[in-house]
């Protein structure tokens, strides 16, 4: 395993410091994160990251990048995004406005030449001048391939990009090069680290998942989700905290269109720290629902639940565990 | 060690996980980065690399804990089975001298031998070939195998000869050897159908489902009908997925120079953007008809089980029932799960006597304007119409509106125009006529209306 003096990914020795480190930032991790985070960088191979919306996949990247301080390159997918976009384009309006520039030039040039041959030759080297690097528009996997000190390579949501665009990264993925027509082919100097999520909107193709690492992102445990709450939340009470997260899970549990992800549960403990209370309540719970849900009849479906669910979520809470003991993760 | 993680991909392969020989080299490389100390991490990291998908993980995740069972002990225990020559297994109990082979297998079976007991089984195992064991009908005959490569032949000679000695002593030693037999039988059955476990019970499953899969579906039994619905499942999530890709933007054909010319006006109308022109294909409308009377009774679940795993790969399918009425069921069969909404399809129009004629009445007067020229109808029933008229005018009106008609019918060719059958009296106004009686047909049949659809 070559490992590469002058990137910046020294920090990821083991599995243990990944989760510190990632700890340091503010993410939370899991031993199955860290392990795949660990062997990405060990294999050199991208990781795929499902799971539903809102559980922290785009974040790992973000984290990771803030953690050992390299930048973050993030393409986000849609229908119909092409090279174009994701790899490179020519500088048209440059070129154009160079070559502008140029006529006179050029006519002096030509004017020199006494022959077409000789004026011809003279305009291919103005050519290979107008397709050189100077020109070329780096977009986020060329940007990506350039980077010294080696780059988090964020592809959000790939399973909304066309099926052509995914056999186009497989390239880009596996080898850590693209391939520029008219210039050659151009190697990253430090492999990014590639990681792609995916919300299942539809089913990716074989190749593509043949080439990462696969992880899957589920909704957190009790714990956890309690860690993140107090990781993003200043000045929580362990109280409340306890009470919301396992109200939270319980939401989870309902049958409902849309489960309320992390990033609602953080939303909903901001709103209920504004709102000065101390412990969970019927009254509060009921008027500041619309938070954790977004849809109208899923607020109607939990509704006639909720002083059972609130009841819940007290009244286990004196024998409960404290917020101090995490157990293992994984 | 090599050999424990190729083993472990071939139990993941025959159980329906896709490995390919990149992700076996990978896992290799992960062993080689994690070590086999630690099983937990190890667990996550094969799932990483080996396992890509929610369902595969589940598969991986039992299947690494059976093969991993009672992991130390049997990873040092094979490994010191490796590190002998091969084939040593029989080849050298057989050279020795009985008696004292017996005599080691009646140590082994002591309490505080299990390390030794366990090298053994495995070596009997490696000698066997177990890894190949399919059926669990062939655990015992495995156990056997391996019984004998442990040196059972030995063993039973010493117990026959201790047997024809008479004495309190021979007798004590006879139930010693027989005690020594029965736990080595024990252990060796044990190890054979923890094996069965790990490379076997995928393939006996997609045995049946292959059974499953080509049986006529009037031939089904109660017992197989949930086989059936994960079949079906499976193939429904196989067609959406291949249907709905979609199309490739097609950057040739004639150029658009009107939109080439605006889109580059910025460039002085040199065409650095070339646009071509592009056609557009309808989008068409399905609407399927059903046929669920006395007369299909037979076919019924299958019928509606047609219909219901279309409904689940077109959204928006308009679906029909009729046995006597017709009746709109798309909403039937959109919030209930399939037993759900079969019976309330068959409560609500069901088993009656059939009538075509009536049937197509009713579409014309309540739905018949679904149909439109981007309409594909299809209709699945055996066109017997109880000798009623068949109104064969209102169905060519239909299928004369619609982009195309397709019928499938259970019944074989050799039943058309049989009886009450009027199927042949209605085919000419159907593009296509199938037959459709087991599983695989099904597949094709959905698949070809889906190919025409997208």
Known sequence: ?????????????????????????????????????????????????????????????????????????????????????????????????????????????IGEADNLSKSLGKLADFEDLFFSPQFLEARPLLNAMQQDKGSILLIDEIDKSDEAFEAFLLEVL???????????????????????????????????????????????????????????VDGISDTLLSQLVRFVQSVREADIKKRPSIAE??????????????????????????????????IAAISPQIPKMVREAVGTDSGGRTASGYPDLG | MERQISNFIRALRSADVKVSTGEALDAARTVAMIGYGDRGLLKDSLACVLAKSE???????KLFDLYFAG???????????????????????????????????????????????????????????????????????????????????????????????????????????????????????????????????GETEKFRDDVAATKRLTALEAHDMARMKLLIAKIAKRLAVKHSRRRKK???????????????????????????????????????????SGSVAAYVRFLLLLLYSLKEVIPDLHAYAFSYRLG?????????????????????????????GQAWSDFKTDHETVIDRRTTIIVLGDGRSNYGDPRLDLFSGFAGRAKQTIWLNPEGPALWGTGDSVIPRYAPYCNQMSHVATLKDLERAIDEILTSYS
């Open chain 2, 55 to 61: 369902a595969e993980k589940d598969v991986h995740d």
């Open chain 1, 1 to 109: 395993m070559a490992k590469d003096i002058t990137s910046g990914y020294e920090p990821l020795t083991s599995i243990e410091a990944i989760t510190a480190g990632l700890g340091e930032v503010g993410y939370i991790s899991t031993a199955q994160i860290s392990t795949a985070v660990f062997l990405a960088h060990g294999l050199r191979k991208p990781i795929l990251i499902e799971g539903p919306a809102g559980v922290g996949k785009t974040d790992l990247a973000a984290s990771l990048g803030r953690w050992l301080d390299l930048p973050i390159i993030r393409l986000q997918c849609y229908e119909g995004l092409d090279e174009g976009k994701a790899l490179y384009e020519w500088k048209y309006g440059k070129q154009l406005l160079y070559t502008q520039i140029l006529k006179e030039k050029l006519n002096e040039l």
């Open chain 2, 250 to 292: 097609t950057s040739r054909g004639i150029l658009d120079v009107r939109r080439t010319m605006r889109a580059n006006a910025g460039y002085d109308g040199v065409p650095f953007n070339v646009i071509w022109r592009q056609k557009k294909k309808d989008r068409p409308k399905i609407v399927a008809i059903c046929d669920v």
């Open chain 2, 328 to 356: 709109d069921v798309s909403d039937i069969l959109e919030e209930n799960e399939f037993d759900g909404a079969m019976k309330k399809i068959l409560r609500e129009f069901g088993l009656g006597s059939t009538s075509y």
């Open chain 1, 265 to 298: 549960t953080v939303d909903w403990a901001r709103t209920l720290l504004l709102l000065h209370s101390s412990s969970l309540d019927e009254q509060f719970v009921r008027d500041t629902l619309n938070v954790l849900l977004k849809h109208e009849s899923d």
């Open chain 1, 174 to 232: 596996s080898d850590y090069q693209v391939s520029v027509p008219e210039i050659g082919t151009i190697r990253a100097k430090v492999p990014p680290i590639v990681i792609l999520t995916s919300n299942n909107v539809r089913e990716l193709g074989d190749a593509l998942k043949r080439r990462c690492l696969h992880l899957h992102i589920g909704f957190p445990d009790h714990v956890r989700e309690q860690r993140i709450v107090r990781a993003r």
């Open chain 2, 71 to 201: 992991s130390n002990k049997r990873s040092s225990a094979q490994s010191e089975a490796e590190d002998r020559d091969d084939g040593s297994g029989d080849s050298e109990s057989g050279g020795q001298d009985a008696a004292d082979a017996a005599e080691q297998m009646i140590a082994l079976t002591q309490p505080g031998n299990e390390q030794a007991l366990a090298t053994a089984v495995e070596r009997a195992a490696e000698a066997a070939g177990l890894n190949d064991i399919r059926f669990s009908t062939q655990t015992a005959y495995y156990a056997q195998q391996m019984v004998k490569a442990m040196g059972g032949e030995a063993l039973q000679a010493r117990l026959l000869d201790a047997l024809q000695r008479s004495g309190a002593e021979a007798d004590a030693d006879a139930q010693r050897m027989i005690d020594a037999r029965r736990a080595l039988t024990m252990a060796a059955r044990e190890r054979a159908e923890r094996a069965f476990e790990v490379f076997g019970a």
